[in-house]
């Protein structure tokens, strides 16, 4: 079946710092989704990406969909305490399949 | 603009017991998907409910079932329930099928 390899697990930065996460995948998408998670909760959508090649900004966290269809990467810039979360990033052809997860954890 | 909702917030069963869970839609929105999410785990796709038909289902056995109603709510039932079974259940609604996806906040179902 299909699967995403998401990276890294989990990231411990300074804040201020940028972060940078991707998910890969042996199958095509034809969109590919960032969520955030906190304790508790559902996920919440934060970039929605629809077209190969497609660079998408929400604030401070910029997306971009992979020119093979298989690949997606999120940055966020001048990272600050309510950025610490899960990150999910979440293929879709029929269904949605997410990855395993980046735990993002700051240092103040 | 009330989003995606679910209840119970939480529940405790016991195994062999049964159990259903409800989801109501984002406004305007007419399809819903339900996931499974382990915990440490990303959230697994059990089935997608459209026109009130069952589209596509992800690898759950038949034990989990599922409905939606007119008003495009939807309700997950799982039947014989496992230990394994404890888990955060998440509905997601979306515009259509193949449109971005929002989630509510999740049942938290534990098995004892």
């Known amino acids: 079946g299909q699967q995403l390899n998401q990276s890294p697990q989990s990231m411990f930065i300074q804040e201020g710092e940028d972060v940078s996460m991707n998910c890969t995948s042996s199958?095509?998408?034809?969109?590919w989704l960032w969520y955030k998670q906190d304790p508790g909760e559902g996920p919440v959508l934060l970039i929605a990406l629809y077209k190969a090649g497609e660079l998408t900004s929400n604030g401070r966290l910029t997306a971009q969909f992979g020119i093979t269809r298989k690949d997606s990467f999120l940055n966020i810039s001048a990272s600050i305490p309510s950025d610490v979360g899960i990150y999910f990033c979440a293929g879709q052809w029929q269904k949605l399949v997410f990855g395993q997860g980046t735990r993002l954890t700051i240092n103040p | 603009d009330a989003g995606v909702t679910q209840s119970p917030t939480h529940l405790i069963k016991t195994r062999g017991q049964q159990v259903t869970l409800r989801c109501s839609p984002k406004s305007g929105h007419d399809t819903v998907s339900w996931y499974q999410q382990a915990l440490g785990q990303g959230p697994q796709f059990i089935f997608q409910?459209?026109?009130?038909?069952?589209?596509q289902r992800g690898n759950f056995p038949d034990r989990f079932s599922g409905h939606q109603f007119p008003n495009y709510s939807s309700e997950l039932n799982v039947n014989a329930l496992l230990l394994g079974d404890s888990a955060l259940y998440l509905c997601a609604s979306s515009l259509a099928r193949y449109f971005e996806q929002y989630f509510g906040p999740g049942t938290r179902l534990t098995v004892t």
């Open positions: 409910y459209y026109e009130e038909e069952e589209r």
């Open positions: 199958s095509i998408f034809n969109t």
